[in-house]
């Protein structure tokens, strides 16, 4: 097989073939193996990531991934089938804000049968993925974890919604809901000015990091369809947008402020500025090109073949992300939320204030 795939070296003395070696294999589940190997000398990780599409053929495997472990020591992804069969239940809202760790949100699986949980207090997330891929199942996962927090006055969400579709369920417990263009351009102005006034009650009480407190609560911006915001919407929307969104994305992490913001095209001109998202999530695409747009350089080459998830229902929530201590895409699958979830999530965040501030009437 390596043989086949020029991944052997041949001795210029004795014109013996040198073959890597498999130090061991694990098995993750059915669908998915890893497959340490031990490089040649003179070979490198990048010469195995531009093989890996003669691997999966070789190997009668679906997609090959490579990761990096350590110097010599590189690790074959293999995947036989589409580890994802079955739609992913959410599990229950917690009841009491206690329980509910932002460090550790709780998305949906990872094709290593295990449960894929991402940081949201202190990030950004950008959500890229065709028509259909199932880009709002992640928000709303983040949003069922936030739940009680919001109810209880900790966290506060702040919805930008140009369709006036989907998220329009949110109305209830928002803090500040739009649609209309003018009305997207204030929400977006009064989040920077929250954040702005959370440096200076930072400042005043002497404190470098933000803690999240019923009088410094967590604000989360939740943006759907972005590009209608930077880039496809009216002028003065895109350039207001284009005016502010750069300083939130820039400063807003570190004052209690977090992104959450879902697009179908990922390029420059529609959001210049994706490389300020600190987690990035690439759904289906319908371009090769986005996946790269979207994870990072090479990381198509490295396994990320977002772009050939089938476009039918049942792979919605589909898509990669990349491990950050390795830099390698992960097959990961959300949970998919339903009416149901969705109004149990309105009812459990019920906001408690009369005093709720919003931008549209209810």
């Known amino acids: 097989m390596t043989e086949a795939c020029n991944l052997v070296t041949v001795n210029r003395k004795t014109e013996r073939i040198n073959v890597p070696r498999i130090i061991r ?8 193996e890893t497959v340490y190997v031990r490089l040649l000398l003179g070979q490198t990780p990048k010469l195995w990531e531009e093989a890996t599409e003669a691997l ?3 190997l009668k495997a679906e997609r090959v991934g490579v990761e990096r472990v350590r110097p010599q020591i590189i690790a074959l992804i293999v995947q036989r089938s589409e580890p994802f069969t079955q739609v992913i239940i959410p599990p229950d809202i917690p009841a009491d804000a206690d329980t509910v760790s932002l460090g550790s949100v709780y998305l949906g699986e990872t094709e290593h049968d295990t449960d894929w949980h991402a940081p949201l207090i202190g990030q950004h997330w950008l959500i890229a993925g065709a028509t259909g891929s199932g880009k709002n199942s992640v928000t709303w996962m983040a949003l069922r974890a936030c739940a009680p927090l919001i109810r209880d006055g900790l966290v506060r969400v702040h919805v930008i919604n140009p ?4 998220l329009n369920a949110l109305r209830p417990v928002s803090y500040r809901y739009a649609e209309a263009d003018t009305d997207i351009v204030d929400v977006l102005g009064s989040f920077w000015e929250t954040m702005q006034a959370r ?3 930072l400042a ?3 404190r470098r990091t933000f803690e999240m407190s019923r009088e410094t609560p967590l604000d989360v911006l939740v943006i759907d369809e972005l590009g209608a915001v930077t880039g496809y919407g009216d002028r003065s929307l895109t350039r207001g947008a284009q005016a502010v969104l750069p300083l939130i994305l820039s400063q807003a992490r570190a004052l209690g402020g977090s992104v959450i913001g879902a697009l179908q095209e990922p390029t420059k001109d529609v959001i210049p500025q994706r490389d300020l998202f600190s987690l990035r999530v690439c759904l289906r695409a319908t371009s090769a090109g986005h996946v790269d747009m979207v994870l990072g350089d090479d990381m198509r080459r490295r396994g990320a073949l977002a772009d050939e998830i089938p476009n039918v229902p049942d792979s919605a929530g589909i898509g990669f992300v990349v491990k950050q201590r390795s830099r390698t895409p992960m097959r990961v699958r959300a949970a ?3 009416d149901n979830d969705i109004a149990d999530l309105v009812r459990v965040a019920g906001w408690p204030h009369t005093e709720l501030a919003t931008t549209t009437a209810r």
Do not use: F, I, L, M
């Open 56 to 58: 999966a053929v070789a």
């Open 163 to 166: 369709k006036g579709t989907e």
């Open 204 to 206: 005043d009480q002497g």
């Open 25 to 32: 294999v694990r098995s993750h589940s059915p669908s998915t």
């Open 336 to 338: 998919y939320c339903d």
């Open 199 to 201: 440096k200076k009650v």
